[in-house]
């Protein structure tokens, strides 16, 4: 079972994404801004982090960043949410270091088809 960590600000959008990642067999952990993302990451060490662009305080790509210049996280793949459709905004994510990113609004089921390929594969039932 893979450990996914979501962080986003919207309370809609971060159980909806965890709630279909559950039901996708992962292990999900949600939190609802950048600092406690950046803790998460160093608690769990999730195999996947879905981390929200934008977010008050710290930012999807600040957390990005933070993690990347930390040897115990820096490996963990990041996909960022954006609600910008800006092609630069991707463009600094991947710089950052993330290794994709998603558009809002997205189709669920094809985050979790992302998801499932830079893991690996589907979910082992449980």
Known sequence: ???VLVADDDPDIRELV???LEQAGHRVIGVADGASAVTAAHDCLPDL???DVTMPGMSGLQVCTVLRADA???RIPVVLLTARAHA???QLGL???AVAYVTKPFSPR???RRVETLLGGPAPAS
């Open 1 to 3: 079972m893979s450990t």
């Open 95 to 97: 710089e950052a270091g």
């Open 88 to 90: 630069d905004e991707g």
């Open 110 to 112: 094809e985050l979790i």
């Open 18 to 20: 965890v709630f279909k």
């Open 72 to 74: 115990l996280t820096a």
């Open 49 to 51: 982090a879905i981390i």
